[in-house]
């Protein structure tokens, strides 16, 4: 069984659960808080496991991986069957980039110890912070509804059945809609989101859906 180190609410853990959920993947979450007590990630006993002092983290056994896209190579191996890769390779290579325009572009830019730093110690307040959520989160999903207007319809990002890129985009609408990023703009990208929501593997990677999420969570 896989044990992944996740936070409730961070969105790299969140596509991360829904890929194991998809690959029907056994796994037992070890809770990691990302803000009590100046945020459980910073211990010694985690930082021996992840040096970079983040989630997601999967072990496999002893076996241990950060960073969720390396984390999805690694299911495409180790769990071959269903794919969760097209099979055309240039198919392939776009789903990539649209996994990496999320994980390297967009969710960086809102990430928790980011914002910390834009307020202490840049003295950054908190409308300004919001400015900065709204433009780089904007700013990437126009990107991502543009990477995909192009192409024939269907019912997920890359054809009618869940890839990578699902995992990728789900946890990202859901973080645009904490930060209060207006989403109208892009329906493609909603429409996805909501045949993704229809399926279990995504409704049971939920946030609210966690062992750790408090009980009433927003």
């Known amino acids: 069984m896989f044990k992944l180190y996740s936070y409730w609410r961070s969105s790299s853990a969140y596509r991360v659960r829904i890929a194991l959920n998809l690959k029907g993947a056994a796994y037992e979450i070890v809770p990691v808080h990302l803000l009590r007590d100046g945020g459980e990630q910073h211990r010694p006993e985690y930082r021996a496991l992840n040096p970079q002092?983040?989630?997601p983290l999967?072990?496999?056994g002893a076996f241990c991986l950060a960073q969720?896209?390396?984390i999805f190579?690694?299911?495409e191996?180790?769990?071959?069957q269903p794919k969760l890769v097209p099979e055309d390779p240039r198919e392939a290579a776009r789903m990539w980039a649209f996994c990496q325009a999320v994980a390297c572009e967009i969710q960086p830019l809102q990430n928790t110890r980011v914002l910390h730093y834009l307020?202490?110690?840049l003295?950054?307040?908190?409308a300004r912070r919001r400015q900065w959520l709204h433009h780089w989160i904007g700013t990437g999903l126009a990107a991502l509804e543009g990477m995909l207007a192009s192409r024939a319809s269907g019912a997920c990002c890359f054809g009618d059945t869940p890839t990578y890129a699902d995992c990728c985009l789900v946890p990202q609408l859901y973080a645009a809609r904490r930060y209060g990023v207006a989403l109208a703009a892009f329906p493609r990208l909603l429409a996805i989101e909501a045949?993704?929501?229809e399926r279990e593997a995504f409704r049971r990677a939920a946030p609210e859906a966690q062992p750790d999420a408090p009980p009433t969570s927003g």
């Not at 191996?77 to 071959?80: H, S």
């Not at 003295?123 to 908190?126: A, I, L, N, P, S």
């Open 123 to 126: 003295g950054v307040d908190e």
């Open 68 to 70: 969720s896209l390396a």
């Open 119 to 121: 307020e202490h110690p």
């Open 73 to 75: 190579q690694y299911l």
């Open 195 to 197: 045949r993704c929501a």
């Open 53 to 55: 002092e983040l989630v």
């Open 58 to 60: 999967l072990a496999d």
């Open 77 to 80: 191996t180790r769990l071959p």
